[in-house]
T-cell receptor, first 111, second 116 residues
Framework: QKEVEQNSGPLSVPEGAIASLNCTYSDRGSQSFFWYRQYSGKSPELIMSIYSNGDKEDGRFTAQLNKASQYVSLLIRDSQPSDSATYLCAALTGGGNKLTFGTGTQLKVEL | EAGVAQSPRYKIIEKRQSVAFWCNPISGHATLYWYQQILGQGPKLLIQFQNNGVVDDSQLPKDRFSAERLKGVDSTLKIQPAKLEDSAVYLC??????????????FGPGTRLTVL
């Protein structure tokens, strides 16, 4: 079982819609979670971090964490073509010292 | 503030050759990471330094990969000899956390390695 799992996609949504990206993790000791955006040919860029159960909002982005279900999600409201990228979910594992990434979900926002 | 610098940006070599990558982290960042990202996968941590000491190198193929961070600033990652499966983007990241891992990691542009 992979430590951090994501659906590779692609996930296609129309412009203006809500994009929902999901991630599960296996290490129950993980306490910190991160969403990175990676444009094709570019390096990952942190967009959200979340440490507590519940929702965390930042502009059009909302991260959700459910530790009981070992589930993390990212909602992007009013999706724009510029949001088209691969979204990487990451969790601190190994006692909180190592960042483990999922394989990423490719998001395509269509006009 | 300057970001994480890496060089070269691209490298093409033949299998069994050696190659080295260089990284200069953000000024003052204590923790430096090297990741390998194979096409279609997420980054995989190869080695983590805190200042000039190794924190985690459990996923570094030590028979062919080596890394050093002299004086706790710049770092070099070397592959010798390279194999076809080493074709990937090598990402360097840094953070200012003494603990490492938990705080924001800032990534450099990466070095794309192609092994023929």
């Amino acid at each position: 079982q992979k430590e951090v799992e994501q659906n590779s996609g692609p996930l296609s949504v129309p412009e203006g819609a809500i994009a929902s990206l999901n991630c599960t993790y296996s290490d129950r000791g993980s306490q910190s979670f991160f969403w990175y955006r990676q444009y094709s040919g570019k390096s990952p860029e942190l967009i959200m971090s979340i440490y507590s159960n519940g929702d965390k909002e930042d502009g059009r982005f909302t991260a959700q964490l459910n530790k009981a279900s070992q589930y993390v999600s990212l909602l992007i409201r009013d999706s724009q073509p510029s949001d088209s990228a691969t979204y990487l979910c990451a969790a601190l594992t190994g006692g909180g010292n190592k960042l483990t990434f999922g394989t990423g979900t490719q998001l395509k926002v269509e006009l | 503030e300057a970001g994480v610098a890496q060089s070269p940006r691209y490298k093409i070599i033949e299998k069994r050759q050696s190659v080295a990558f260089w990284c200069n982290p953000i000024s003052g960042h204590a923790t430096l990471y090297w990741y390998q990202q194979i096409l279609g996968q997420g980054p995989k941590l190869l080695i983590q330094f805190q200042n000039n000491g190794v924190v985690d190198d459990s996923q570094l193929p030590k028979d062919r990969f080596s890394a050093e961070r002299l004086k706790g600033v710049d770092s070099t990652l070397k592959i010798q000899p390279a194999k076809l499966e080493d074709s990937a983007v090598y990402l360097c990241a840094s953070s200012d956390s003494v603990r490492g891992g938990g705080d924001t990691q800032y990534f450099g542009p990466g070095t794309r390695l192609t092994v023929l």
